[in-house]
């Protein structure tokens, strides 16, 4: 049985994305990646249930005080439990990282396809317009959305996915205009399938590798944004928070309270960092050419 066994599995061989998930799981760097990624997901996701304290809760006859056994990571100048702060802004800036990511595929991959397929002068208007959009100080744009429609989550989630898709637009247009002229799209050009079916069901997932890899270094990209906004006083307001806006608060008392900068910067950090070790691996990993290694 077991040899039968064997036989059935190398007859029936292994998919490309099962390959890929092999060389990621060789990859130790890319594995630590999304093993932080996951337990940061699932602390933001549950970090009512797991905050040592109130989100509002304050001592301020306590104010700020080192690491300690009550507060494992101290307490800032309002008495407010550190640890408690930093979970509760990673829900912010995780949600900012993934939705305006999400936002910014929607936009460019779209954008991309189209551009790519259709070719000839719609191609070039398009992708012109990419070039002029390029050309934009994208903080300029975003501080006037917020100046213009006031200063709110949603917005910032739009204002910053609406600046990051012009990579991903450039991305997917080579990649539809490699895969235009393969013969399972001749084929269903043939039939008579729409466009928007040949596009939605036939072109887009086979560019997913390039995709996927894009995201995961975009929401880092994007992250980084929202700190930097942040720390100028132009992302989320309180009484919400961030990991930018305690980096901030911490960077005006750093000589003081030194912890109040260190373990915020220490969290945006770890994440940046995991997420970039976790795109470098699934780039690696859904390489085709590391198929023949």
């Avoid at 989100?55 to 008495?79: C, E, I, K, M, R």
């Avoid at 894009?214 to 980084?224: A, D, G, H, R």
């Avoid at 915020?264 to 085709?288: I, K, Q």
Wanted: aromatic letters at 10%.
């Amino acid at each position: 049985m077991s040899d039968a066994g064997a036989l059935q599995q190398a007859e029936a061989g292994t998919s490309l994305w099962q390959d890929a998930w092999v060389r990621l799981r060789r990859n130790r760097l890319a594995v630590f990646g999304l093993v932080v990624m996951v337990v940061l997901i699932l602390l933001a996701l549950f970090t009512p249930w797991v905050a040592p304290y109130a989100y509002d809760a304050q001592n301020l006859d306590l104010g700020a005080t080192p690491p300690s056994a009550a507060h494992w990571l101290g307490t800032d100048v309002f008495g407010r439990d550190l640890l408690t702060q930093i979970l509760y802004g990673g829900r912010i800036s995780l949600a900012v990282g993934f939705v305006a990511t999400a936002v910014a595929l929607l936009i460019g991959v779209t954008w991309g396809a189209i551009a790519g397929y259709a070719g000839g002068k719609v191609d070039a208007v398009m992708m012109r317009l990419v070039d002029i959009l390029y050309a934009l100080p994208f903080m300029i744009f975003i501080v006037l959305l917020m100046v213009v429609f006031g200063r709110n989550v949603l917005l910032l989630f739009l204002a910053i996915g609406a600046v990051e898709w012009l990579t991903m637009a450039r991305i997917m247009r080579g990649q539809v205009q490699s895969l235009r002229q393969q013969e399972f799209v001749e084929a269903a050009i043939s039939i008579g399938l729409p466009t928007t079916t040949i596009i939605r069901k036939h072109l887009v997932p086979n560019a997913l590798g390039p995709i996927i890899v894009y995201t995961t270094l975009t929401i880092p990209q994007v992250m980084l944004l929202e700190a930097f906004l942040s720390f100028l006083g132009l992302g989320i307001q309180p009484p919400q928070t961030s990991w930018g806006l305690l980096i901030s608060y911490g960077a005006e008392t750093m000589e003081e309270y030194p912890w109040l900068l260190i373990f915020p910067g220490a969290a945006l950090t770890l994440t940046l960092f995991s997420l970039n070790f976790l795109g470098d691996g699934l780039r690696d990993a859904l390489d085709v050419r590391g198929a023949k290694d």
